[in-house]
Nanobody, 114 residues
Framework: QVRLVESGGGLVQPGGSLGLSCAVSTTSFELHTMGWYRQAPGKERQLVARVGAHMYTGYLDSVKGRFTISRDNAKKAVYLRMNDLKPEDTAVYYC????????WGQGTQVIVSA
């Protein structure tokens, strides 16, 4: 069973930056590929970034060069640094295993607006 607690969202102007954090309670955290997902109003949840057990990373095309995912296995935490934010990045952001397990956290809201 996985417990996920996201934090760090907020309201930011276009071009601004935010850092998200996710605390993960699970066994063998270091063996899992972890990801950040987002769900915008009226849209399906999508995988934005992933970081594997060996620290390889992958990104949605629309966030490449702007978002950076990282993990700290000792702290069982996953992070997402978001730069040059755009209004289309507005969504609730979630972390989870890739592919996702059944349980989701409460997410953290990111609003990009002038």
């Amino acid at each position: 069973q996985v417990r996920l607690v996201e934090s760090g969202g907020g309201l930011v102007q276009p071009g601004g930056s935010l850092g998200l954090s996710c605390a993960v309670s699970t066994t063998s955290f270091e063996l899992h590929t972890m990801g950040w997902y987002r769900q915008a109003p009226g849209k399906e949840r999508q995988l934005v970034a992933r970081v594997g057990a060996h620290m390889y990373t992958g990104y949605l095309d629309s966030v490449k060069g702007r978002f950076t995912i990282s993990r700290d296995n000792a702290k069982k935490a996953v992070y997402l640094r978001m730069n040059d934010l755009k209004p289309e990045d507005t969504a609730v952001y979630y972390c989870n295993v890739v592919p996702p397990l059944g349980a989701w956290g409460q997410g953290t809201q990111v609003i990009v607006s002038a």
